[in-house]
């Protein structure tokens, strides 16, 4: 049982940052992993940051290293996705999603792995 809430996004020039935020109620931040997806129109779901919750450790897409970076806050009540230098393809609808199984982390990255979903906050980032 869970749910997830996201917030921050928004429309955001080139260059620029956003901060989004994942707020949780239930039980699913008691799960392993936690993660940021996002979705373009017409393009798959993509993984692009995690955080295994039992160590910390943090995985992000190829596109967004040195940009993004996934966080917790002390209570794990809100889970957090700082963007830096955001680029026009950054722009997509930004789900959170909660895994309550193990999963290895070479499966970071599938959405089938994420059991709770969040309605998603849109990032659009102008040129």
């Known amino acids: 049982q869970g749910q997830l809430v996201e917030s921050g996004g928004g429309p955001v020039q080139a260059g620029g940052s956003l901060r989004l935020s994942c707020t949780a109620s239930g039980d699913t931040y008691s799960n392993y992993w936690m993660a940021w997806f996002r979705q373009a129109p017409g393009k798959e779901r993509e993984g692009v940051a995690a955080i295994y919750t039992q160590d910390d450790r943090t995985y992000y897409a190829d596109s967004v290293k040195g940009r993004f970076t996934i966080s917790q806050d002390n209570a794990e009540t809100t889970l957090f996705l700082e963007m830096n230098s955001l680029k026009p393809e950054d722009t997509a609808m930004y789900y959170c999603?909660?895994?309550?199984?193990?999963?290895?982390?070479?499966?970071?990255?599938?959405?089938?792995?994420?059991?709770?979903w969040g309605q998603g906050t849109q990032v659009s980032v102008s040129s």
């Open positions: 999603a909660s895994a309550n199984t193990d999963w290895s982390a070479v499966f970071w990255a599938h959405p089938t792995i994420y059991k709770y």
